[in-house]
């Protein structure tokens, strides 16, 4: 399953022995060696939101040490080739691979992010995911509200993420590193509230990046899509 956008390479490698449902929420978005996924969008494109500097720093510099790091943690381990979600997914939970899945799993989580905003975003999802947030929270804004609730109240860094949890659309938030990858849910859109995201813009104003991040910069497209590709895996 390859998640709409990613960077991709071939991989001759068999797949690990996964469970189900590990497979149905991975998104493969490499294969060792890692390599940085350029942004889908210049520096800029998400100003004022989101200033070039931040965005240089947080991709150029954030998200690049995360992917050296994993390259060289795992190099001549039987992690090398497996895609990111897989090293994400086996090495969770792993007191010996801590530090190999904290890199690996921000790698991924970085790469999910950045298609998860896009100049011009925010605004009304497309109908189906609009649907299924009316179904279960009741209103589209009831929804965001609920993401920015959680990406505001998460303590210290983390992401704050909507969900698929089988069929049931969800709100969650995880911290640091962690990954719903790694709870068998699937990932639909996410907000990164480490404060490199957003320091440098709003200092301590997290709530305020966050509102505006939902209101002007949320891609909604991609969300859809993920809930479209997790929908059909269902049938
Ligand atoms: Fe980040």
Redesign the pocket.
């Known amino acids: 399953m390859e998640t709409p956008g990613m960077s991709q390479q071939s991989n001759s490698q068999p797949p690990l022995a996964l469970s189900t449902t590990e497979k149905a929420s991975m998104a493969s978005l490499a294969i060792a060696p890692l390599s940085l996924p350029p942004l889908p969008y210049a520096d800029s494109a998400l100003e004022p939101v989101i200033s070039a500097k931040t965005l240089s720093f947080?991709h150029g510099k954030?998200?690049r040490t995360y992917v050296e790091n994993t390259n060289k943690l795992i190099a001549g381990t039987e992690l090398a080739d497996l895609p990111l979600d897989q090293i994400v997914i086996v090495t969770a939970g792993r007191v010996d691979r801590a530090n190999i899945f904290n890199n690996a799993a921000?790698a991924w989580?970085?790469s999910f992010?950045w298609r998860c905003l896009k100049p011009k975003g925010g605004g009304e999802p497309p109908t189906a995911l609009k649907k299924k947030m009316e179904e279960v929270f009741g209103s589209v804004d009831a929804c965001k509200k609920e993401l920015a609730n959680n990406a505001i109240a998460q303590f210290g860094s983390g992401w704050a993420w909507l969900v698929l949890e089988g069929s049931k659309l969800r709100v969650v938030k995880t911290a640091n590193a962690d990954s719903p990858l790694t709870q068998g849910l699937r990932p639909l859109l996410t907000i990164?509230v480490?404060e490199?995201?957003y320091y440098l813009d709003y200092q301590n104003k997290r709530a305020d990046h966050v509102d505006a991040v939902i209101d002007k910069l949320a891609n909604w497209d991609f969300a859809a899509e993920n809930f479209a590709r997790f929908a059909a895996d269902r049938l």
């Open positions: 947080h954030h998200h921000q989580n970085h992010y990164d480490w490199h995201a």
